[in-house]
C-alpha cells in the first residue's frame, strides 16, 4: 500500500461574509446589539449616527409611551380609588436604601473580629459566597490561597461567621445550613432533629414517617414533629437581601399596544439602536481626482462594510417585526384573556407565512422579548405544542399546563387530587390526555406528586 495525496473536487455550501453578518445580527439580542454598533461605529470612520432620523423616531415613540400611559390612566385595571391609595402611601413611604448579604456580614465581622489575620480570612470567606449565601471553597483551599498555616484558624472563622444573621450563612452544604442553625436555636439539646437531618432528609422529603420512626426508635407522630421543625428553618440564608445580579433589566424587542381604536399595533424597539448613515464627507472624496489607489479601495471597502452592516440591521428589524406580527395575529385570545387562552404554534407555522427558513425564525426569536398587555415575555413564550380536543380545535400544551396548575391550586389540600383524577378532569372537558403526560408536565411545573402535597 502506498500513500499519495489525490486532489478532489466536492460541492460544499459556505455562507457569503454578507449572510454570516446578517445572521449573527439577527441572533443577538437588544443589548447586544447596541454594543455591536458602537463597535462597528469606531471601527469604521465611514460610518456615523443620523441624528435627525433618530430623534424624529424617538418622538414617535415617547409618543405612543405619553398614549400608553393615559391610557392606562383612564382606563385602569383596578379603581381609580386604589390606585389613588397605593400612590399616597408610597409617597408617605421612607426611602431605603436596600442592604447587601455582604455588606452586613462584614459589619457583624469587624465588630467580632479584630485580630488582623482572622479578619482577612473573613473577608476572603464573604467575598466568595454565592448568591443563596453558600461558600463553595473548602477550608483547606481557603488556607492554602491566604497562605495560612494552620487551617484550624479558617475553619474557626468559619464557624464564626456561620453564626451570624442570617443563621447558616457561609455553609457548604444544605445540610450544614440547617445543623448549624438547629444547634444555635436548640443549643445542642436536639438529637432527634439532628439524626434526622444527617441521616433521613431523603425519607422525609418522601414522608417515610414509618421507616425513620423505627430507625429512630421514636412515635410517628414525634417525627411529624420534627418534619414540621426542619421545614420551618431557612434553606437559603439571602433570600431576604437584594440578589447579587439585582440591577439586570430586560430590553423588549417588540412593544405591542393599542390605538384609539383598540387595535393591537406592533412597534421595534430602537431605542438603542441608532439610525446609522454613511459620512458625506469620504463620499465626496471618491469623487476626488487625486486620491491614490490605495485610498480609494480603503474607502470603498468600508462602505461596503457600511452597507452591509447597516442592511443586517434593517432585514432584522423586519424579520422580527413580520414573526411578531404574527404572532400577534394568532395569539390574539391570549392578549385578551391570559395563558390559558393561548394557542398552539410552531416555527414551521411562522416561516411558511413570512417565507423564511425554521432555522431563521429560531435564531430571530432567541433571547428577544416582547412587551405585551400580558407583561414582558420572551418570544419563546408563544410556541407551543398542540394536544387534540374532541370537537375542536387543538389546545396548546402551555394552556394544558395553567389549566392543570389552577385544578391543582383549587384542590382540597386534605385530598389531594391524583394524577389520575386530573387526567379525568381533562376528559370531561374532552380532552385526552395520558396520565404520563400529566405527570411530566407536573414535574415541569415543580409540582410534587398527591401524596406529598397533602397537609
Same mark, same amino acid.
Given at each position: 500500500?502506498?500513500?499519495?495525496?489525490?486532489?478532489?473536487?466536492?460541492?460544499?455550501?459556505?455562507?457569503?461574509?454578507?449572510?454570516?453578518?446578517?445572521?449573527?445580527?439577527?441572533?443577538?439580542?437588544?443589548? $447586544?446589539?447596541? %454594543?455591536?454598533?458602537?463597535?462597528? #461605529?469606531? +471601527?469604521?470612520? /465611514?460610518?456615523?449616527?443620523?441624528? =435627525?432620523? @433618530? *430623534?424624529?423616531?424617538?418622538?414617535?415613540?415617547?409618543?405612543?409611551?405619553?398614549?400608553?400611559?393615559?391610557?392606562?390612566?383612564?382606563?385602569?385595571?383596578?379603581?381609580?380609588?386604589?390606585?389613588?391609595?397605593?400612590?399616597?402611601?408610597?409617597? $408617605?413611604?421612607? %426611602?431605603?436604601?436596600?442592604?447587601? #448579604?455582604? +455588606?452586613?456580614? /462584614?459589619?457583624?465581622?469587624?465588630? =467580632?473580629? @479584630? *485580630?488582623?489575620?482572622?479578619?482577612?480570612?473573613?473577608?476572603?470567606?464573604?467575598?466568595?459566597?454565592?448568591?443563596?449565601?453558600?461558600?463553595?471553597?473548602?477550608?483547606?483551599?481557603?488556607?492554602?490561597?491566604?497562605?495560612?498555616?494552620?487551617?484550624?484558624?479558617?475553619?474557626?472563622?468559619?464557624?464564626?461567621?456561620?453564626?451570624?444573621?442570617?443563621?447558616?450563612?457561609?455553609?457548604?452544604?444544605?445540610?450544614?445550613?440547617?445543623?448549624?442553625?438547629?444547634?444555635?436555636?436548640?443549643?445542642?439539646?436536639?438529637?432527634?432533629?439532628?439524626?434526622?437531618?444527617?441521616?433521613?432528609?431523603?425519607?422525609?422529603?418522601?414522608?417515610?414517617?414509618?421507616?425513620?420512626?423505627?430507625?429512630?426508635?421514636?412515635?410517628?407522630?414525634?417525627?411529624?414533629?420534627?418534619?414540621?421543625?426542619?421545614?420551618?428553618?431557612?434553606?437559603?440564608?439571602?433570600?431576604?437581601y437584594r440578589p447579587i445580579h439585582a440591577n439586570i433589566y430586560i430590553k423588549p424587542d417588540v412593544t405591542i399596544f393599542t390605538d384609539e381604536n383598540g387595535q393591537y399595533n406592533i412597534q421595534i424597539n430602537r431605542d438603542s439602536v441608532p439610525h446609522l448613515r454613511i459620512n458625506s464627507f469620504y463620499q465626496q472624496m471618491l469623487k476626488q481626482p487625486n486620491r491614490t489607489k490605495e485610498e480609494t479601495d480603503f474607502i470603498r471597502e468600508k462602505i461596503k462594510n457600511a452597507l452591509l452592516f447597516m442592511r443586517s440591521i434593517e432585514q432584522r428589524h423586519q424579520t422580527i417585526k413580520e414573526i411578531a406580527k404574527y404572532i400577534v395575529n394568532h395569539q390574539k385570545d391570549f392578549f385578551e384573556q391570559g395563558p390559558v387562552a393561548l394557542k398552539p404554534l410552531i416555527l414551521k407555522d411562522i416561516a411558511q407565512v413570512i417565507n423564511r427558513n425554521e432555522s431563521t425564525v429560531c435564531r430571530a426569536i432567541n433571547n428577544k422579548y416582547m412587551d405585551t398587555p400580558q407583561g414582558?415575555?420572551?418570544?419563546?413564550?408563544?410556541?407551543?405544542?398542540?394536544?387534540?380536543?374532541?370537537?375542536?380545535?387543538?389546545?396548546?400544551?402551555?394552556?394544558?399546563?395553567?389549566?392543570?396548575?389552577?385544578?391543582?391550586?383549587?384542590?382540597?389540600?386534605?385530598?389531594?387530587?391524583?394524577?389520575?383524577?386530573?387526567?379525568?378532569?381533562?376528559?370531561?372537558?374532552?380532552?385526552?390526555?395520558?396520565?404520563?403526560?400529566?405527570?411530566?408536565?407536573?414535574?415541569?411545573?415543580?409540582?410534587?406528586?398527591?401524596?406529598?402535597?397533602?397537609?
Amino acid at each position: 500500500m502506498k500513500i499519495k495525496l489525490t486532489p478532489q473536487q466536492i460541492q460544499k455550501p459556505i455562507l457569503a461574509p454578507s449572510m454570516q453578518q446578517s445572521i449573527e445580527v439577527l441572533m443577538l439580542p437588544l443589548a $447586544e446589539l447596541s %454594543i455591536n454598533i458602537e463597535k462597528e #461605529l469606531q +471601527e469604521n470612520p /465611514l460610518l456615523e449616527i443620523d441624528e =435627525e432620523k @433618530t *430623534a424624529k423616531e424617538q418622538q414617535q415613540i415617547d409618543q405612543i409611551v405619553n398614549f400608553n400611559l393615559r391610557n392606562a390612566i383612564e382606563n385602569p385595571r383596578g379603581s381609580t380609588k386604589d390606585i389613588t391609595e397605593e400612590d399616597h402611601e408610597l409617597e $408617605e413611604r421612607p %426611602i431605603t436604601k436596600a442592604t447587601t #448579604l455582604e +455588606e452586613d456580614l /462584614l459589619r457583624q465581622l469587624r465588630i =467580632e473580629i @479584630t *485580630a488582623p489575620l482572622t479578619l482577612k480570612i473573613g473577608e476572603f470567606i464573604v467575598g466568595n459566597l454565592d448568591e443563596n449565601g453558600y461558600l463553595n471553597l473548602t477550608c483547606e483551599e481557603i488556607a492554602q490561597i491566604l497562605e495560612v498555616p494552620d487551617v484550624t484558624i479558617v475553619e474557626e472563622v468559619l464557624k464564626t461567621i456561620q453564626n451570624f444573621e442570617p443563621l447558616g450563612v457561609a455553609s457548604r452544604n444544605l445540610q450544614e445550613c440547617l445543623l448549624t442553625q438547629v444547634n444555635y436555636k436548640f443549643n445542642g439539646e436536639s438529637q432527634l432533629i439532628v439524626q434526622t437531618i444527617i441521616n433521613h432528609m431523603e425519607d422525609l422529603g418522601h414522608k417515610r414517617y414509618h421507616h425513620i420512626a423505627k430507625t429512630l426508635k421514636t412515635s410517628i407522630d414525634r417525627v411529624k414533629e420534627i418534619a414540621k421543625i426542619i421545614a420551618a428553618l431557612e434553606p437559603n440564608p439571602a433570600r431576604n437581601y437584594r440578589p447579587i445580579h439585582a440591577n439586570i433589566y430586560i430590553k423588549p424587542d417588540v412593544t405591542i399596544f393599542t390605538d384609539e381604536n383598540g387595535q393591537y399595533n406592533i412597534q421595534i424597539n430602537r431605542d438603542s439602536v441608532p439610525h446609522l448613515r454613511i459620512n458625506s464627507f469620504y463620499q465626496q472624496m471618491l469623487k476626488q481626482p487625486n486620491r491614490t489607489k490605495e485610498e480609494t479601495d480603503f474607502i470603498r471597502e468600508k462602505i461596503k462594510n457600511a452597507l452591509l452592516f447597516m442592511r443586517s440591521i434593517e432585514q432584522r428589524h423586519q424579520t422580527i417585526k413580520e414573526i411578531a406580527k404574527y404572532i400577534v395575529n394568532h395569539q390574539k385570545d391570549f392578549f385578551e384573556q391570559g395563558p390559558v387562552a393561548l394557542k398552539p404554534l410552531i416555527l414551521k407555522d411562522i416561516a411558511q407565512v413570512i417565507n423564511r427558513n425554521e432555522s431563521t425564525v429560531c435564531r430571530a426569536i432567541n433571547n428577544k422579548y416582547m412587551d405585551t398587555p400580558q407583561g414582558l415575555l420572551p418570544m419563546k413564550f408563544f410556541f407551543s405544542q398542540s394536544l387534540p380536543q374532541e370537537g375542536s380545535d387543538a389546545v396548546s400544551n402551555r394552556s394544558i399546563k395553567e389549566d392543570l396548575k389552577t385544578f391543582i391550586e383549587e384542590e382540597d389540600k386534605n385530598r389531594p387530587l391524583s394524577d389520575q383524577e386530573i387526567q379525568q378532569r381533562f376528559k370531561n372537558r374532552g380532552m385526552t390526555i395520558a396520565r404520563r403526560t400529566i405527570s411530566k408536565y407536573r414535574q415541569t411545573l415543580h409540582i410534587q406528586p398527591s401524596h406529598l402535597r397533602k397537609i
